[in-house]
């Protein structure tokens, strides 16, 4: 089984900056693309920016030039530096990962969420 952790979510002002971080644990062989999706109330789940295994990148427009992806691959850990926030950014944040178990099956997995929020 594998599980994903996500931490780093918070309040902020418009503006301001924060780092979420996500983890994964469990019976992991290898990790190929990890994710940030986001849900806004309204709204169904986005992609915000993805990482390959080879380090190639992604980004929704709306978020390029302020989000930052990056992935620690010792670590099984990916990481969204988001500076610049802004109210439209206020939404639940979600990590995924396509992993290849130790069954030598690939499945993709989600974090449990974590809420940003950016007040003006």
């Known amino acids: 089984q594998v599980q994903l952790v996500e931490s780093g979510g918070g309040s902020v002002q418009v503006g301001g900056s924060l780092r979420l971080s996500c983890a994964a644990s469990?019976?992991?062989?290898?990790?190929?693309?990890m994710a940030w999706y986001r849900q806004h109330p309204e709204n169904g789940r986005e992609l915000v920016a993805e990482?390959?295994?080879?380090?190639?990148?992604d980004y929704l427009d709306s978020v390029k030039g302020r989000f930052t992806i990056s992935r620690d691959n010792v670590k099984n850990t990916v990481y969204l530096q988001m500076n610049d926030l802004k109210p439209e950014d206020t939404a639940v944040y979600y990590c995924?990962?396509?992993?290849?178990?130790?069954?030598?099956?690939?499945?993709?997995?989600w974090g449990q969420g974590t809420q940003v929020t950016v007040s003006s």
């Open positions: 995924r990962m396509y992993v290849l178990n130790r069954y030598y099956t690939r499945n993709h997995y």
């Open positions: 469990g019976s992991i062989l290898n990790i190929n693309t």
């Open positions: 990482i390959s295994g080879g380090g190639t990148t």
